[in-house]
């Protein structure tokens, strides 16, 4: 069975700092997606960053980039310049055509 | 209305009652998925349905559990003979088709629910 860990239950950053969210997963698939959603206190689940397992190319959107090591099976999140926003449970996700596996969670913090 | 929405919000119910969760998705969208997110843990697959259909009931937990789409919009989760270990966040997505992960799904609130 595929499964998706998440080795930091809790993390801290200083506002405007960087932080990075890690992320592992194992599959014998080739052809997945990765995702990292973000679920702030409204419980909303809110996408914030998608990778084809078959693109080599690391996804970025704005300030949030991955690190894909599809050798390593590792897919780890890059907030760039945090901010207070930011604040919220952070899960990594793996999604085959006929299987979808959420990791534990991160809980980030912004420090002001 | 502009995304999927849910109801109720909050449910709290007793031991061995009958409980109905409602989603209704964003309008438009085939695809409708539901989550069960228990404390402190990630979100876990139930069901999904393209259109009317659930190409795999196996996600969920028990027999206790079913699912229905009707018309090709909102979706019922039913949970017969609750029991304390189903006390969860039911959480609801749609998507405009299910295509194993290049469709982007849209989350809904969720329904906390609570069985005493």
């Known amino acids: 069975a595929q499964t998706v860990t998440q080795s930091q239950p809790e993390m801290s950053v200083q506002e405007a700092e960087t932080v990075t969210l890690s992320c592992t997963y194992d599959t014998s698939e080739s052809d997945y997606y990765l995702f990292w959603y973000k679920q702030p206190p409204s419980r909303q689940m809110i996408l914030v960053i998608r990778?084809?397992?078959?693109?080599?190319q690391n996804a970025t959107e704005n300030r949030f980039s991955v690190n894909f090591q599809k050798a390593a099976k590792s897919f780890s999140l890059k907030i760039s310049d945090s901010q207070l926003g930011d604040a919220a449970m952070y899960f990594c996700?793996?999604?085959?055509?006929?299987?979808?596996?959420f990791g534990a969670g991160t809980r980030l913090t912004v420090k002001p | 209305g502009a995304g999927v929405s849910q109801s109720p919000s909050n449910k709290v119910t007793e031991k061995g009652k009958d409980v109905e969760l409602r989603c209704d998705p964003i309008?438009?969208?085939?695809?409708l998925y539901w989550y069960r997110q228990s404390l402190g843990q990630g979100l876990e697959f139930l069901i999904y349905f393209q259109g009317n259909s659930a190409p795999d009931k196996s996600g969920l937990p028990s027999d206790r559990f079913s699912a229905e789409r009707t018309g090709g919009s909102v979706s019922t989760l039913t949970i017969q003979r609750t029991q304390q270990e189903d006390s969860a966040v039911y959480l609801c997505a749609s998507s405009l088709v299910a295509s194993g992960g290049a469709d982007t799904q849209y989350f809904g609130p969720g329904t906390r629910l609570t069985v005493l």
């Open positions: 990778q084809e397992a078959y693109k080599q």
């Open positions: 309008s438009g969208h085939t695809a």
């Open positions: 996700a793996y999604r085959s055509f006929n299987d979808m596996r």
